[in-house]
């Protein structure tokens, strides 16, 4: 997958991100409900974020993973695990857990 490897602020001594989730966004207007719709263009990273957080894609894991580990490894040489921060919402299948821990079943 494709990187952007940038270093975030927060309240965190250190963090990273592998890219942008979107790459670009455009307001298309209101539908027939009174929801706005955007024709939204994410970026590779994004996108596999949004098929494994939103539509359960578990196929999204190991590439991912794998791109965390391969990309970030050069940054923390001595690190040997991830701890997922704790979930902001309740679902059945964790998205962060499951790229911190990742289950062989899934690959």
């Known amino acids: 997958m494709n990187v952007n490897i940038m270093a975030i602020e927060g309240t965190w001594d250190l963090g990273y991100v592998l890219d942008w989730h979107v790459a670009h966004s ?14 939204t263009v994410r970026t590779e990273i994004g996108e596999a974020l949004f098929q494994l957080k939103y539509r359960s894609d578990l196929t999204k894991i190991f590439p991912l993973a794998s791109t965390l580990v391969d990309s970030l490894k050069p940054f923390f040489p001595s690190v040997s695990f991830v701890v997922p921060m704790p979930p902001s919402k309740s679902r059945t299948m964790q998205p962060l857990s499951s790229l911190a821990i990742p289950d062989a079943r899934h690959f």
């Open 26 to 39: 455009e307001f298309l207007g209101h539908n027939q409900s009174g929801r706005s719709e955007y024709d």
